[in-house]
T-cell receptor, first 113, second 114 residues
Framework: DAGITQSPRHKVTETGTPVTLRCHQT?????MYWYRQDPGHGLRLIHY???????DKGEVSDGYSVSRSKTEDFLLTLESATSSQTSVYFC????????????FGDGTRLSIL | SQQGEEDPQALSIQEGENATMNCSYK?????LQWYRQNSGRGLVHLIL?????REKHSGRLRVTLDTSKKSSSLLITASRAADTASYFC??????????????FGTGTRLLVSP
């Protein structure tokens, strides 16, 4: 498996609290992505990064922010969690640009009550 | 937005049988990819087929692409119980910034019974 670690793997929190999910890679890949997976929607891109401090929005970025201060770490933050953000979140990496094969972490299951 | 749609949504077969799942998409692509997801795990890349290719093989996997019909199929031959998973197609699309992203379908759930 590609060296991608997501933490935490499970989290339950309350509406209105801040939440940060971490993605750590040991592959030195340039590109990193955050997706959410919901029944009936497949995977949807939240944010992506094309280098250290270089990030941009995906299709469902409202309510989320990201940061990438090192090649190996990509953080996803929910500033004030809402129940609609209950989902499974996946981090992915790729050596080349966004339409090349991506390697995924095992996800974080986030429940917001 | 452009999205691959897999068909069928669910498929149940016996070990040793072949499994075929289909993906349709809406606009022109540079490539199409197939991924597998086991329960509780992340997606695993299986195969990439470029728009100028018609067929590609990898072990027991055979992927075809028909750009005129905007469709692809994934065939798994001689299925095993370990092939039980969800299978997703992914096509490329441009976001506003010019970055190419992957757009995933909603998947086919394959159950292979011993």
């Amino acid at each position: 498996d590609a060296g991608i670690t997501q933490s935490p793997r499970h989290k339950v929190t309350e509406t209105g609290t801040p939440v940060t999910l971490r993605c750590h890679q040991t592959e030195n890949h340039r590109y990193m992505y955050w997706y959410r997976q919901d029944p009936g929607h497949g995977l949807r891109l939240i944010h992506y990064s094309y280098g250290v401090k270089d990030t941009d929005k995906g299709e469902v970025s409202d309510g989320y922010s990201v940061s990438r201060s090192k090649t190996e770490d990509f953080l996803l933050t929910l500033e004030s969690a809402t129940s609609s953000q209950t989902s499974v979140y996946f981090c992915a990496i790729s050596r080349q640009g966004g339409n090349q094969p991506q390697h995924f972490g095992d996800g974080t299951r986030l429940s917001i009550l | 937005s452009q999205q691959g749609e897999e068909d069928p949504q669910a498929l149940s077969i016996q070990e040793g049988e072949n499994a075929t799942m289909n993906c349709s998409y809406k606009t022109s692509i540079n490539n199409l990819q197939w991924y597998r997801q086991n329960s509780g795990r992340g997606l695993v890349h299986l195969i990439l087929i470029r728009s100028n290719e018609r067929e590609k093989h990898s072990g027991r996997l055979r992927v075809t692409l028909d750009t005129s019909k905007k469709s692809s199929s994934l065939l798994i031959t001689a299925s095993r119980a370990a092939d039980t998973a969800s299978y997703f197609c992914a096509t490329d699309a441009l976001v506003d910034t010019g970055f190419q992203k992957l757009v995933f379908g909603t998947g086919t759930r394959l159950l292979v019974s011993p």
